[in-house]
């Protein structure tokens, strides 16, 4: 059996799948505190920093909020360099 997910490396050693991601953000706003607030009232907040400073919010399809020590510029560079790679695999294949 296959799994065709594709992780994304969000920092120190965590993982997440890149398909269910759909948003990467800063978290210095109001809005974004109130969010990470709001998703560890209800039990859906992430903490994957390791105890350092939070650098990036990442929003999942399932409403679940994880929090990165890792800048948000950096992870979707990695995100979009994932898909790249993919694209170009699939054109390979198709050749």
């Given at each position: 059996m296959?799994?065709?997910?594709?992780?994304?490396?969000?920092?120190?050693?965590?993982s997440v799948v890149a398909e269910r991601i759909v948003a990467?953000?800063?978290p210095s706003s109001a809005p974004m505190k109130?969010?990470?607030?709001?998703a560890k009232e209800n039990k859906r907040l992430?903490?994957?920093t390791q105890g350092r400073r939070t650098r990036s919010?990442?929003?999942t399809d399932s409403n679940h909020v994880i929090l990165s020590a890792i800048q948000a510029e950096t992870i979707a560079q990695r995100l979009s360099?994932?898909?790249?790679k993919m694209m170009a695999a699939e054109e390979e294949k198709s050749k």
């Open positions: 296959e799994c065709k997910c594709r992780l994304l490396n969000i920092g120190f050693g965590n990467i953000v800063n109130r969010l990470r607030e709001e992430i903490d994957a919010i990442i929003i360099s994932d898909i790249f």
